[in-house]
């Protein structure tokens, strides 16, 4: 059976007649009766009742109609939906994303990109950067935004920077007023965190941001003591707002507002995070694509005081290198 078969089988449906549907489909009228014969000889069932005056269709040919009538439209829709699948306009977007993208990049970029491809399925998947890395190569996503990692990035694998903000430090608001730590001009010295509880993310779950704390601290000659662990930045900023001990987060946290927290910057030279995408460097499908250039104009135009934009290049020459569980806070907070 073909589709050819189906258009003569529906053409003579719908006419009733041999004669007027031949002349529909602009060829004669024994070449038609032989398709349909044919037809009915592959189906192994009548299709119609003939007589010399007089066609209809049998209860077969009555319920099978609909079902040629479908599939025919999805036939003529295929050129369509083949140009639209070539220019990413339609398909399916599997997104990774770090838990920091959540409040910085990510909510923006699903809502632009939704805007313009509205027929695009984007499912989200929160995950740390190195599992990310590891969905990519196994396919199980099609593009991440994630803290680059220190090692070399796996060949198969392309990177472009998209951001870099500093860190701040999220202290209890009750600390500054009782006197327990003094900014100076709004800002924490390095040494005052030395004295301190830091509430960390588990490297297990956040290696790369766990890294650039803890390298922060090497690199500034202390070593504060470790109190609470949790992977969420709502949660540490609840516990920063509890008293339980302060945090380094993004800039870009100071959107999260919690009463009882104050968010400083950290003077001199604060530890920065950078935010990126990465895709399979051979396998990017139109939908991808089109993420990949709308998340680059994003980025132009993401101005803020708090963030150093990163240029929309390749990986920097120091490295070569659904939400699945319902939406996180920031992206819930943007798209509702």
Partial sequence: MNLRQLRFFVTVAEELHFGRAAERLCMTQPPLSQAILALEQELKVDLFKRTKRHVELTPFGRHLLPHALRLLADADELPAIAKQLARGACGSLRLGFVTTADYNLLPGLVSRYSADFPDVKVTLSEMTSDLQMDALMQGEIDAGLIIPLHQTLHPSLEYSRLISEPLFAAVPEQWIKSGRINPVGGKLLASDLAELLVILFPRKAAPAFHDIITSYFVRNGIAPETGQEAVQMQTIVSLVSAGMGAALVPGSLKNLARSGVRY??????????????????????????????????AVADYSSQDFAVGAADGFSESRNFRLTNG???GLASTLT
């Fill in 264 to 297: 400083l910057e950290l003077a001199g030279e604060p530890p920065m995070i950078e935010t990126g995408i990465v895709w399979r460097r051979d396998e990017i499908s139109p939908t991808v694509a089109q993420f990949i250039e709308i998340a680059r104009s």
């Fill in 327 to 329: 939406l996180s806070s």
